[in-house]
């Protein structure tokens, strides 16, 4: 599962950077993001058959990302704690149960 959630992380940070240079706005950036984290649920899901908190987080992160371009983009300080609680979805995500 490690390997998915890689592809997640990889797969999430070349999208946005894409959609950026392609001239796509921050919310089309965000939203195509997604892509990634929900094949990476849905993957997790036919292994295991069973919901993953780690995957549903980044997912409602990366929406909450959306929010705050749509809101007011100039609200960077919302935005930098929502990529933060991203990253540490992520980190979750990855840790190897006890």
Known sequence: ?????????????????????HGGSDFSAYMWSLLAPAVGALVYWARTRRASGARAAILAFNLRSADVVIANSSFQSAFAWTQIMTVAAMLVGITPPS
């Open 1 to 21: 599962m490690i390997a998915v959630t890689v592809f997640e992380i990889g797969a999430l940070i070349v999208t946005v950077e894409f959609v950026k240079s």
